[in-house]
């Protein structure tokens, strides 16, 4: 079975930085796309980024590109998620989740995410909450 295990979550002060890891099971890195996402209370649910673990391609969202970087560590089947510079507006509970290029709807609408591809992603783990404060 697929696992996903987002931890790291906790709260800061703006400007501070924090790193969520996702311990992944159940699937290999070798043919998936694993992604962080995020909700906050009252929003609906957003992409933060992602990453191609076997070939190391990325994707940034608007909202966090130059704050955040995303990382893997293909030995442990794990994916990070280093955040620097963190608002206010970052508040949320973050998740990871994992995909796979070319499975069209599959999994439900997909999201764009070039230069990885068009993922639909089929697996999510709990969250973790991030709370900044001002």
């Known amino acids: 079975d697929v696992q996903l295990q987002a931890s790291g979550g906790g709260q800061v002060q703006a400007g501070r930085s924090l790193r969520l890891s996702c311990a992944a099971s159940g699937f290999s890195f070798d043919d998936s796309v694993v992604g962080w996402f995020r909700q906050a209370p009252g929003k609906a649910r957003e992409g933060v980024s992602s990453i191609s673990p076997n070939d190391g391609k990325t994707y940034y969202f608007d909202s966090v590109k130059g704050r955040f970087t995303i990382s893997s560590d293909n030995a442990k089947n794990t994916v990070y998620l280093q955040m620097n510079s963190l608002e206010p507006e970052d508040t949320a509970v973050y998740y990871c989740?994992?995909?796979?290029?070319?499975?069209?709807?599959?999994?439900?609408?997909?999201?764009?995410?070039?230069?990885?591809?068009?993922?639909?992603?089929?697996?999510w783990g709990q969250g973790t909450l991030v709370t900044v404060s001002s």
């Open positions: 989740a994992v995909g796979r290029v070319g499975v069209g709807t599959r999994y439900g609408s997909p999201w764009y995410l070039p230069p990885i591809g068009l993922v639909g992603f089929h697996s």
